[in-house]
């Protein structure tokens, strides 16, 4: 499942951040790599769009990971980088600054 969530994500980084169906996400990946995303008995001429349904939903799913998210029209993206923790902006006051010199 790893190589498959490390495909699927390959290919949404290049795909920029116009969107994509998961019919689109699956064509995608099956052209990239058949072997992995096509169908059982027919996977040089068919993707099976249930192996990026698998590893996009679930709790242990990109989705859920935070890596790609799901857009209102039910279309998906790369997800946003999500924002830097803030700078922990306290410090040790010297001796000077308590006592007020």
Do not use: Q
């Not at 995303?37 to 799913?61: I, K, M, S």
């Amino acid at each position: 499942m790893r190589d498959i969530k490390k495909t699927i994500l390959d290919v949404v980084k290049r795909s920029g951040d116009a969107g994509f169906s998961l019919a689109d996400l699956a064509v995608f990946c099956w052209c990239k790599c058949p072997e992995l995303f096509g169908l059982e008995e027919y996977g040089d001429t068919h993707p099976d769009p249930t192996t990026v349904r698998n590893a996009l939903y679930g709790a242990r799913g990109l989705i859920a990971a935070g890596k790609i998210e799901k857009l209102p029209d039910g279309r998906f993206r790369l997800a946003a980088e999500p924002p830097p923790e803030p700078e922990d902006t306290r410090r040790v006051k010297t001796w000077s600054e308590i006592m007020g010199e």
